[in-house]
Nanobody
């Protein structure tokens, strides 16, 4: 089992930045591809960004491309999501996810095995 804990959410004005962190614990010795998803009130969960186990491959939703950056520090079992130029439409609960025994980037939620509890990001206009 792997436990994921997100942090770094909060309230920020439009145009501002936040950095989310996702700390993994438990059986982190396995290879995991990681991803970030978000869910706004009344909307379905959507893919935001994903990163391969090595960090060499990344993929972004079109809505965040050029503004968000996903990265990882395997030595500290942590994945980050740097969010710049935030917009009110980025307001959502952000979730970290892990896909076990996978070196490749995946974007569908059902392909992930473990999920964090989420962290709220609110962007005011």
């Amino acid at each position: 089992q792997v436990q994921l804990v997100e942090s770094g959410g909060g309230l920020v004005q439009a145009g501002g930045s936040l950095r989310l962190s996702c700390a993994a614990s438990g059986r982190t010795g396995s290879i995991y591809a990681m991803g970030w998803f978000r869910q706004a009130p009344g909307k379905v969960r959507e893919f935001v960004a994903a990163i391969s186990w090595s960090g060499g491959s990344t993929y972004y939703a079109d809505s965040v491309k050029g503004r968000f950056t996903i990265s990882r520090d395997n030595a500290h079992n942590t994945v980050y999501l740097q969010m710049n130029t935030l917009k009110p439409e980025d307001t959502a609960v952000y979730y970290c996810a892990a896909r076990k025994q996978s070196t490749v980037v995946v974007t569908a939620g059902f392909q992930y095995d473990y999920w964090g509890q989420g962290t709220q990001v609110t962007v005011s206009s």
